[in-house]
């Protein structure tokens, strides 16, 4: 390709381009475009300073690709890659609102792997052995991975984070004297030794022996899971216990399932009933009184106690209104002996 031809930077992503290894599947040269700039999210983080965006990620990358990438052109060291995807990761997708385009090349190379598959496995890269794997999940009490390696979505993004801010700026430097070189050759280090799990026919082997793990870490996986399980309904329990005994700022008590306990034993009872005689009278007179305390709680209850001593009043007023007749009457018939 010619050096005219060449875009080194859009869209303030500088352009880094990729020569994928050759597969015997595709034995013809192919590129890949990756688009790096610095990291500058709306809302600030930490290690803002020291992190890279990169846009159009290939779908097999790791984190060693990017360490042997940027080793290879003379960058600074990385600390951690966060792929769009992961599960601690949410402010990778957000991260740019526009994806630049791979630029157009003039040698007939294509800008990336033909025929790939897209995958949309979120599962989190295996750095161990699947026996260590399998014993970590178990702890954690999740379910053993049934993937070996992640694959990405394809134009995903990712961050970069440097050991510090100036392997940052390092890595920035090498990326604008590269940009005008040769392409990079993308897991020409340790990406590309036999560590690294491998693609193709080798992965789906892979995925169809880690479908069938051993009983003995499913049942340690289910036994973490319902561990957990059972302390969190305990903890569920007790804060319902300490709500119903503690009002809140309005002197009401929350109603929560499980507050009424069920009857006492026979014998239990009895003691009970034997030993406080008492208790009853007492409880009897509580009761009471807490009748009486409500008794003109509400608005609606003073307005009936109204209502209903104005009615008591009248009848009263008409029945001493009938006795004073009833003497009138009984005074006019009186004759004297």
Known sequence: MAEHSIVTSIHGFTVLRLRLPVLPSFPEPAFHFLYLRRHEPHVPTPTDERTLLAANVPIDATATHFRDLFRGIGGGLVERVRFDGDRATTDVAAAT???????????????????????????????????????????????????????????????????????????????????????????????????????????????????????????????????????????????????????DQDGFVTVTRGGRTGPAPAAAAAAAAAGSAGAVVVGEKAKKKRSDDLKDFYRFQIREERKKAQAELLKNFADDRKKVDDMKRKRGRFQPE
Do not use: C
Not at 146 to 161: F, K, P, T
Not at 183 to 188: D, L, P
Not at 221 to 229: E, G, H, N, Q, W
């Open 97 to 247: 609102t526009t994806v630049p385009r791979p630029p157009p090349s003039t040698d007939g190379a294509t800008a990336s792997r033909a025929k790939t598959k897209k995958t949309r496995s979120r599962n989190k890269k295996r750095t161990r052995d699947d026996v260590d794997a399998d014993a970590d999940a178990a702890v954690s009490g999740e379910l053993p991975d049934i993937w070996d390696r992640a694959l990405h979505r394809s134009g995903s993004n990712a961050l970069v984070v440097f050991v510090d801010h100036a392997s940052r700026e390092l890595s920035v430097k090498a990326l604008a004297r590269t940009g005008t070189k040769e392409a990079v050759v993308w897991g020409g280090g340790g990406a590309g030794d036999q560590t690294m799990p491998a693609l193709g026919a080798h992965r789906y082997l892979a995925h169809h022996r880690l479908r069938y793990p051993p009983t003995s870490v499913l049942q340690a996986s289910v036994d973490a899971y319902m561990t957990r399980y059972a302390a969190a309904e305990a903890q569920q329990t007790r804060q319902a216990k300490r709500l119903r005994q503690q009002p």
